[in-house]
Every structure is written in structure tokens, then in C-alpha cells.
């Protein structure tokens, strides 16, 4: 009765004679198990560097924004609606019975993106407006917002 043999086994042990002893493969698989724990801190290390990267891009960071509002000392009320693709993120509601100030701030966290600003102001007599902006999130420094109509 003959020995029952895998072809794969039979292949493979003639590919092993045919790699020399000192050829690159040896050395490598020598490489590979002289260092393998090594290898292996590396291989993660690099793994949780991309990690870091690929989310510490999304991680909302602190703006801050100007706002310079058109007769100002009139405005006694500023709502601020920030949205992203149609949808708003943010929305803050600013009174000021005396009149807004020349400069207002606002501060807040984004994600990295664009960013639509709505704001609607309403003056002393109740007569509101509407204005527009755009941001870019993150900034570095303040950022002043151009309102427009």
C-alpha cells in the first residue's frame, strides 16, 4: 500500500529545495522569528497612529466667532443658528436690553466642516432681519463672521 500524499505538501517541500539557504526568504522568516514580538509592538503602534489620525479629525474643537450686526445699538435680540448640510447643529438666543454691543462673541465647539450661520436680529420697535454667513470649522484664532442679507 502506498502513502497517501497531499499534492500541496509534495509542492511545497519542492519549492523549500529550491530556495537557496541564504536566499531572502530564509532570512526573512529568520528575521520574522527573532523579532516577532517586536514586529508585532510595531504593527500595532502604526495601527493605532491611523486610528488617532482618522478620528482626531472629527473631534469637535473650540471656535471662536465675531459678529459685527448692522445698527446695532438698536438690536435687543440676536438668535444665531448654526447648520451643517441642512441641519442645524447649534443654536443660541442673545438679548441685550440696552442695545447689542459693537462686537459680539460667540463661542462654541465644531466638528470640522462648513457651516451655514442664520442669524435673525430684532430691534426695539419688534421689526426683525435676516442675515447669512458661512464658517469654517476649526479655526485657528477668532474668526469674523460676514453677515449679508
Same mark, same amino acid.
Given at each position: 500500500?502506498?502513502?497517501?500524499?497531499?499534492?500541496?505538501?509534495?509542492?511545497?517541500? $519542492?519549492?523549500?529545495?529550491?530556495?537557496?539557504?541564504?536566499?531572502?526568504?530564509?532570512?526573512?522568516?529568520?528575521?520574522?522569528?527573532?523579532?516577532?514580538?517586536?514586529?508585532?509592538?510595531?504593527?500595532?503602534?502604526?495601527?493605532?497612529?491611523?486610528?488617532?489620525?482618522?478620528?482626531?479629525?472629527?473631534?469637535?474643537? &473650540?471656535? $471662536?466667532? $465675531?459678529?459685527?450686526?448692522?445698527?446695532?445699538?438698536?438690536?435687543? &435680540?440676536?438668535?444665531?443658528?448654526?447648520?451643517?448640510?441642512?441641519?442645524?447643529?447649534?443654536?443660541?438666543?442673545?438679548?441685550?436690553?440696552?442695545?447689542?454691543?459693537?462686537?459680539?462673541?460667540?463661542?462654541?465647539?465644531?466638528?470640522?466642516?462648513?457651516?451655514?450661520?442664520?442669524?435673525?436680529?430684532? $430691534?426695539?420697535?419688534?421689526?426683525?432681519?435676516?442675515?447669512?454667513?458661512?464658517?469654517?470649522?476649526?479655526?485657528?484664532?477668532?474668526?469674523?463672521?460676514?453677515?449679508?442679507?
Amino acid at each position: 500500500m502506498r502513502p497517501v500524499v497531499d499534492p500541496d505538501e509534495d509542492a511545497l517541500e $519542492d519549492d523549500e529545495e529550491d530556495l537557496e539557504p541564504d536566499s531572502f526568504f530564509w532570512r526573512a522568516v529568520d528575521f520574522y522569528g527573532k523579532h516577532r514580538r517586536r514586529l508585532a509592538t510595531l504593527t500595532v503602534g502604526v495601527f493605532l497612529v491611523a486610528v488617532a489620525v482618522t478620528i482626531g479629525g472629527a473631534i469637535p474643537r &473650540e471656535v $471662536d466667532l $465675531d459678529y459685527r450686526f448692522p445698527d446695532h445699538a438698536s438690536v435687543v &435680540e440676536a438668535t444665531i443658528e448654526y447648520s451643517q448640510e441642512s441641519e442645524t447643529v447649534r443654536e443660541v438666543t442673545l438679548r441685550w436690553p440696552e442695545g447689542a454691543p459693537g462686537l459680539v462673541r460667540d463661542t462654541l465647539d465644531l466638528s470640522p466642516g462648513d457651516y451655514d450661520v442664520d442669524v435673525w436680529l430684532v $430691534d426695539r420697535e419688534g421689526e426683525g432681519r435676516h442675515l447669512r454667513g458661512a464658517v469654517t470649522a476649526p479655526a485657528d484664532g477668532v474668526v469674523r463672521v460676514r453677515l449679508r442679507e
